[in-house]
């Protein structure tokens, strides 16, 4: 269940389940994701049994780049979209990777090099103030990313001013299960599974937890809708994949 809420006021936002000030996120979240980068893609296999690869697949196939599109992947850590990418826009197009932690920026430049690919760039940059001009991108994409973002709105509006006219967003995200049933073998799951699974992988339970945790804190299917609209984003469609645990939000920029 998603337990999502506006952000409150008083200069405090949520870290998982814990409430922050909002300072603090982004060092939490970075600490998140320096201490698992070296384990990220065996950690993501494990605890998605895989099915990770399905959802990304579905962003690749809805994303329907041509040759000669620019694309931007935000929060892209090891690079598994960014790499499709790459190979489909081609030598007239451009292909970026972004993210704002070095390790898992390192990470992913270090998979991209290793399959030859050196013609995507690496760029350090947070979500909420990309570093790149107005009007640049035909796609941006952000793939389980927006969650650890601490103003998601900033986000969401930075992605917005970097995209072409007539170009598109795609945030892939986890969101709200469909049916109770499932929620509750959901949660069982990540909070039972997930951070012992942690433990024995990457020895960090802690990460895992916040990783279960900030899902359930993620705005859910409607929420992220109205956010993006809000950012003024339009014809924004949402897609839900195995039963709503994960939701894609595609948007345009007229
Ligand atoms: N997109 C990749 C994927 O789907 O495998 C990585 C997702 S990983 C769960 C989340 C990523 O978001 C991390 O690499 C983290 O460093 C990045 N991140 C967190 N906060 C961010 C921010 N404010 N701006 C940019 N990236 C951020």
């Known amino acids: 269940m998603s337990d999502h809420k506006p952000p409150p006021r008083d200069g405090t936002t949520h870290f998982g389940f814990q409430q922050v000030p909002l300072a603090d996120k982004q060092k939490r979240v970075a600490g998140v994701f320096s201490s698992v980068a070296a384990k990220y893609d065996v950690m993501n296999d494990l605890m998605s049994m895989g099915i990770h690869r399905v959802w990304k697949r579905f962003v690749i196939d809805l994303a329907a780049v041509r040759a000669g599109e620019n694309v931007l992947d935000v929060a892209g850590g090891t690079g598994d979209l960014i790499r499709a990418f790459a190979k489909q826009v081609g030598p007239k197009g451009l292909a970026v990777l972004s993210d704002i932690n070095p390790e898992m920026l390192d990470e992913g430049r270090t998979r991209l090099l290793n399959e030859g690919r050196l013609d995507v760039p690496p760029v350090l940059a947070n979500a909420e103030c990309l570093p ?36 598109r967003a795609i945030v892939l995200e986890f969101s709200k299960p469909l049916i109770k049933p499932l929620a509750k073998i959901y949660d069982a799951y990540s909070f039972s599974v997930l951070p012992k699974l942690g433990q024995v992988v990457a020895n960090d339970a802690d990460s895992y ?16 809708k109205a956010m993006m609209e809000a950012a003024g984003f339009s014809r924004v ?18």
């Open 237 to 254: 469609q949402v897609y839900n994949l195995t039963g709503g645990i994960v939701a894609v939000h595609r948007g345009y920029k007229l």
């Open 132 to 167: 790149f001009g107005d009007d640049s991108f035909d796609l941006i994409t952000i793939g389980f990313g927006l969650r650890n973002v601490t103003d998601k709105d900033a986000g969401l509006r930075s992605m917005l001013r970097c995209l072409k006219p007539g170009g």
């Open 209 to 224: 937890r916040y990783l279960a945790e900030s899902i359930r804190m993620h705005p859910d299917q409607a929420t992220l």
